[in-house]
């Protein structure tokens, strides 16, 4: 791979000569053509440089994706400064601690949660963080018309001279950690690593790349700003949203038909739940780019089952890396896809590390250590020997992990305690804090569970002073003050005690594993109340259909600890309803589909099919049937499909001394 010493001044005015009337970024109803971006930007930051802005000044940027945000963005390092990228999700008090942690100069806003909710927030903010009113600019739509400075007579002279000379090295753009500690590291990088970082992920999928991308990775990530780089660096059109909502990327999707998508895990679930999804995304969905946290095999795989023609890359970086380390390729198999986090960019070294060993061999587990241009320029404010670049240039990402022969990386832990929850690197020491404040609480310890969506759940385990309660509806009031939303615990375990290790520490790996049987447990009740459905099977009308099922029957009952003459009678009544529904229905049943849920007094076998007769008086061999079922089951219920035909259940209670969710939990 050639490496590119290019900026985004380079980039945009490349591409507004090759493809002056291409779209390079659309939100709502605002679009910017290359050649209009490229003007555009090159006034805005002429006009911010006339505002006060010098060259390596930090300038904050707040708001929700927007073809606007990202202009300012580029406006910003035109000029010469830092763009300080803020996350939307964080109240004004905690933005006013980045900003003022990074000394920021100025804060550009547009749309964003907070101004939603107070008109006074930007104000507010630029106080708390000690900058008067006129260090705050407004870019939102609504407030600046961006398209006015296409033909205003504005000298950029000074702009140009920056952008002609610019360092691709320098410090460009800050982004933080989002809490890796209480107080989240602030991460300095280059044009020239988050540029060429684009460049060497999109070569995973060169061949497959659509012409345009549906982006629902916020742009204040890593990710999501590398996407849009990669994207705009290859003269493609970005297609952006304020608010990820799934009929708002429905829309987004079928209106442009745009063949690639980024987005979490979450996103794409709610992509599949919503009911347009058939007709409004499969369609044009090809290449789905996974971004923020890793998913596991299984997610993966039935995601690209449900998006019938679309491929899923999955990759893996962090902040302090550009971020992109490794991504998958359309031509790996899905197992291999969906089993590691692909293989290691181009241009970039990847190792496992072991203190004891140094460099490991294939397969051998460690931590995960990168080196190339990708890495950081380091955090901002830390002192030479507390950042994570060792000597040799090697970034040590506190991930653990092999590579495997093919050079793919495969993760398997974490080696500080940290949670991540849809791309967020959450503290736990940072909820701890503000839990242990209640004062009922005597000990807590916040841990992360494997969760299928956000690839972990926050969940709390605590222990109360004597005499006291726990009301978990006032603790997440409580905490709602505290700390952002996503940060609160998904539950609270009380427990009597902790345990403890031999010397009076918290032995966190036995608690950890008594949690998640609790966690396991809360699951498994909240599934068996609406019926846990453990077997789906369609047969014809035919009684050839009838002795598999019947075997089925029987090793599942007996599976499910009930005796052998309860067995029996279980086989008995479905064989009778089967035999009901193929041989003496007066209307043609077609397809039986036979399903087995669980509930936690019962067992319950479900039928469906088109018939709409059964126990006929007149019938002899009905009102047998009848007797036989009724006899045995310890309820039958007859609704209507709302499909048309019939269901029929049959319930068997459990065993007197079988416990269903025990069972479960232990299995």
């Known amino acids: 791979m050639i490496l590119e010493e290019t900026t985004y001044a380079k980039v945009i005015s490349g591409n507004a000569k090759q493809f002056p009337d291409r779209v390079a970024v659309c939100s709502g109803n605002t679009s910017y053509t290359y050649k209009e971006l490229d003007r555009i930007s090159d006034v805005y930051a002429a006009k911010i440089m006339a505002m006060g802005i010098e060259k390596g000044d930090h300038v904050a940027l707040w708001g929700y994706n927007s073809a606007n945000w ?76 961006f398209k006015k400075y296409i033909n205003e007579d504005v000298d950029v002279g000074k702009v140009t001279a920056i952008t002609q000379t610019d360092d691709t090295r320098r410090d460009a753009v800050i982004i933080f950690t989002t809490g890796t500690t209480a107080t989240p590291k602030a991460v300095l990088l280059s044009q020239y690593g988050i540029i060429n970082d684009g460049v060497s992920y999109g070569g995973k999928y060169k061949e497959d790349r659509g012409e345009s991308i549906c982006n629902t990775l916020p742009m204040f990530h890593s990710f ?63 290449i789905c780019l996974i971004g923020g946290s890793v998913s ?240 789906t099977t369609i047969v014809n009308n035919d009684t050839l259909a009838i002795s598999p099922i019947l075997g089925l029957i029987g090793t599942f009952t007996k599976e499910m600890r009930f005796t052998e003459k309860r067995s029996s009678e279980i086989t008995e009544a479905v064989e009778a309803l089967l035999k009901e529904r193929i041989l003496n229905a007066y209307v043609d049943v077609g397809q039986i589909t036979i399903q087995i849920v669980l509930y936690k007094d019962c067992m319950r076998v479900q039928f469906s099919d088109q018939g709409d007769k059964f126990f006929v008086e007149e019938n002899e061999v009905a009102v047998n049937t009848a007797k036989t079922i009724l006899k045995n089951v310890s309820n039958y219920k007859k609704d209507s499909d709302p499909k048309g035909g019939s269901v029929y259940s049959l319930d068997f209670n459990w065993e007197d001394d079988f416990n269903l969710l025990d069972f479960l939990a232990n299995k």
């Open 296 to 535: 596991t095999p299984a997610f993966l795989m039935r995601l690209e089952d449900k998006f019938t023609h679309a491929v899923f890359l999955n990759a893996y970086g962090q902040t302090e890396s550009s971020p992109a380390v490794t991504n998958s390729s359309p031509t790996d198999p899905i197992e291999k896809r969906a089993a590691s986090v692909g293989s290691v960019l181009e241009g970039i070294e990847v190792k496992i590390w072991d203190k004891e060993k140094g460099i490991l061999k294939t397969g051998e587990v460690g931590e995960v250590v990168i080196r190339g241009f990708v890495v950081m320029n380091g955090y901002y404010k830390f002192p030479k020997d507390k950042q994570p670049i060792d000597e040799d240039g090697w970034l040590h990402t506190g991930d653990l992990g092999c590579l495997d022969e093919d050079n793919f990386l495969h993760l398997t832990g974490r080696i500080k305690d940290i949670i991540i929850k849809s791309g967020e690197n959450i503290s736990p020491a940072e909820i701890e804090q503000k839990i242990i404040e209640v004062d009922c609480i005597k000990e807590v310890k916040v841990m992360g569970a494997p969760h299928p969506v956000t690839s972990e759940s926050i969940e709390a385990c605590v222990v109360l002073y004597d005499g006291k309660t726990f009301d978990e509806e006032e603790m997440i009031s409580y905490l709602k003050t505290k700390i952002s939303k996503f940060k609160i615990p998904s539950h609270f375990f009380v427990f009597d005690e902790f345990p403890l290790l031999g010397n009076g520490k918290l032995d966190a790996r036995t608690l950890k594993s008594m949690m998640l049987m609790r966690l396991k447990r809360l699951r498994l009740e909240r599934k068996l109340e609406k019926g846990l459905h453990v077997n």
């Open 224 to 286: 999501g700003l590398m996407v849009v780089s990669l994207y705009t660096h290859d003269g493609r059109t970005v297609y952006l949203h304020e608010l990820i909502k799934p009929e708002e990327i429905v829309k987004v999707v079928s209106t442009y038909k745009t063949p690639d998508i980024a987005g979490v895990g979450a996103v794409y679930t709610a992509l599949v739940e919503h009911p347009e999804f058939d007709i409004k995304v499969i369609p044009y969905a090809r």
């Open 70 to 145: 990202y202009l300012t963005f580029v406006s910003i390092i035109k000029a010469g400064a830092v763009a300080v990228l803020l996350n939307y999700s964080l109240p004004v008090k905690d933005l006013a601690e980045l900003v003022s942690y990074t000394d920021s100069k100025f804060i550009f806003y547009g749309n964003n949660r907070e101004l939603s909710k107070d008109l006074d927030a930007a104000k507010n903010l630029a106080k708390l963080s000690g900058l008067s009113e006129d260090k705050l600019f407004n870019y939102a739509d609504e407030t600046l018309d």
